[in-house]
T-cell receptor, first 111, second 113 residues
Framework: QQQVKQSPQSLIVQKGGISIINCAYE??????FPWYQQFPGKGPALLIA?????SEKKEGRFTISFNKSAKQFSLHIMDSQPGDSATYFC??????????FGKGTKLSVIP | DAGVIQSPRHEVTEMGQEVTLRCKPI?????LFWYRQTMMRGLELLIY????????DSGMPEDRFSAKMPNASFSTLKIQPSEPRDSAVYFC???????????FGDGTRLSIL
């Protein structure tokens, strides 16, 4: 199965800081790149998604940056808050039905 | 609007027993997905249904696993016989159409002793 490599595995950020999570993919057929947020005991929830025809998408404090030539994309969380502490998953999909997920990044935002 | 509903939330059973996990997708969604989440392998797609028909079951690990969707509002994932290596969190997700965002349930945490 084509991989999506996600880094770092864990991240500690001070409240108010910027959290950055990176992903790299292999499958050039991917045309949909979502980010999911998962809290303990809950299912993943769609946070933000991008398609490769744009290089950046911003929704509130969350921004996806996309580099098609490098096959990389990243999630930036501005003004990180303790409530953002969760596990974040990137994914790639062809037609968005068959998603290949990264292994996840556990984010801890400390006061 | 109710989200994806999974039951049971937790299941503990002994090796060799049959396990049935249940899922009620969001009303009106016509695509349904079963995933398995483990520390080692992360989130893996097991099977995908579109309009109650299994489209891709290439992720189903072996014949001990089976999934059905008898109608638009109900799906089951069955493991028979269960083995300790099946211990994981199993998620069901649904989407309005196949190219729309997937909405996940809160999962079933399965422990096989």
């Amino acid at each position: 199965q084509q991989q999506v490599k996600q880094s770092p595995q864990s991240l500690i950020v001070q409240k108010g800081g910027i959290s950055i999570i990176n992903c790299a993919y292999e499958n050039t057929a991917f045309d949909y790149f979502p980010w999911y947020q998962q809290f303990p005991g809950k299912g993943p929830a769609l946070l933000i998604a991008i398609r490769p025809d744009v290089s950046e998408k911003k929704e509130g404090r969350f921004t996806i940056s996309f580099n098609k030539s490098a096959k990389q994309f990243s999630l930036h969380i501005m003004d990180s808050q303790p409530g953002d502490s969760a596990t974040y998953f990137c994914a790639g999909g062809a037609g968005s039905y068959q998603l290949t997920f990264g292994k996840g990044t556990k984010l801890s935002v400390i006061p | 609007d109710a989200g994806v509903i999974q039951s049971p939330r937790h299941e503990v059973t002994e090796m060799g027993q049959e396990v049935t996990l249940r899922c009620k997708p969001i009303s009106g969604h016509n695509s349904l997905f079963w995933y398995r989440q483990t520390m080692m392998r992360g989130l893996e797609l097991l099977i995908y249904f579109n309009n109650n028909v299994p489209i891709d079951d290439s992720g189903m690990p072996e014949d001990r696993f089976s999934a059905k969707m008898p109608n638009a509002s109900f799906s089951t994932l069955k493991i028979q016989p269960s083995e300790p290596r099946d211990s994981a969190v199993y998620f069901c997700a649904s989407s309005l159409y196949r190219n729309q965002p997937q909405h996940f349930g809160d999962g079933t945490r399965l422990s096989i002793l």
